[in-house]
């Protein structure tokens, strides 16, 4: 009967253990991959986010459209840690220094969400993994 006991109890404080406290002995996520970013202004601009992580240390680019209808790629560097993303970088080439700073942070459904401040002030952008085809 003390082991059905010790069974049903060892159950229970399984069921109600936090969230919280599976993901400290959890894998930490890896947001590495290519995103599918949309920057969020007077209309949604879909721009394409690509991430390699490698510990808590993120580098990686973003492929911002021009007003001359192409797109530049600027190289960031940042760090992912408590599921909150922090990236800069700075463009190249632009008329005067500019620098594109990404904060943002991973929702529980895998998508994220955050702002991005650069030359056109600070806009509101959420983000999608780009699914690998088969």
Known sequence: MKHIIAAVAAVLALAVSSP????KGAEPPNISGTWNMGLQ????VPVALTLEQ?????????????????????????????LA??????????????TIEIAGTLNEDGS?????????????????RLKERK
């Open 112 to 128: 994220m969400e955050g702002s991005l401040n650069g030359s056109h002030g600070k806009m509101s952008w959420t983000a999608e």
């Open 54 to 82: 490698k510990g808590s240390t993120v580098t990686g680019a973003i492929f911002l459209p021009t007003q001359r209808g192409d797109r530049i790629e600027v190289q960031l560097k940042g760090q992912f840690v408590d």
């Open 41 to 44: 202004g007077g209309h949604v």
């Open 85 to 98: 993303l922090t990236l800069s970088g700075s463009v190249e080439g632009a008329a005067e220094p500019t």
């Open 20 to 23: 919280a406290q599976e993901r």
